[in-house]
């Protein structure tokens, strides 16, 4: 049975680098992140451009469920409202895939750190500390798994997921 992992979180909380590294971990996967598909200059979020994106993710994890190569799909993005997923969730074609959806989340102090760090490396602008963190709060509502990644690396993470979906 096909197994649709999906990875949320607020911006910088390890999404991202939690996903690539399961990536490897799992026999037959595809990881889709979201940002890639908002990844345009100059960004414009507009209705038109939430639709284009929209349309392009669920359009990319409709052929990766259809193909028959795949045991795993990995998609993480930043859905800070449950409505987010659900849309996400409304239009694909999971068929008899197992859904699998994770929250990773952290205290501000923790998200704060991370994101200084990412500052730092010239990975983020000053205003995601802004932007994160009050957004953090949200995803204790998601119907999803949650992870405490305060105090884990990504690698720990992936491996919290593996155990987790095995």
């Not at 037959?28 to 979201?34: H, I, P, S, T, V």
């Not at 409202?81 to 008899?96: A, E, F, K, T």
């Not at 490396?121 to 990644?149: C, F, H, W």
Request: hydrophobic residues 40%; neutral net charge.
């Amino acid at each position: 049975m096909k197994k649709l992992i999906i990875i949320n979180g607020t911006m910088g909380v390890g999404k991202t680098t939690t996903s690539k590294i399961l990536s490897k971990l799992l026999p037959r996967c595809a990881f889709l992140d979201g940002d890639w598909c908002w990844d345009m200059s100059p960004f414009i979020v507009t209705e038109e451009t939430k639709r284009m994106v929209l349309d392009n993710i669920t359009h990319i994890l409709n052929n990766f469920l259809s193909c028959s190569e795949f045991e795993h799909i990995i998609f993480c993005w930043v859905m800070h409202q449950q409505s987010i997923i659900n849309d996400v969730l409304s239009r694909l074609n999971v068929g008899d895939s197992k859904l699998y959806i994770f929250s990773l989340v952290c205290s501000e102090d923790a998200l704060k750190k991370r994101l200084e760090n990412d500052i730092r490396q010239g990975l983020r602008t000053e205003d995601a500390i802004s932007k994160s963190i009050p957004r953090l709060s949200n995803y204790s509502q998601m119907d999803s798994v949650k992870i405490d990644v305060g105090e884990l690396s990504a690698r720990q993470a992936a491996k919290k997921i593996l155990e987790y979906i095995s």
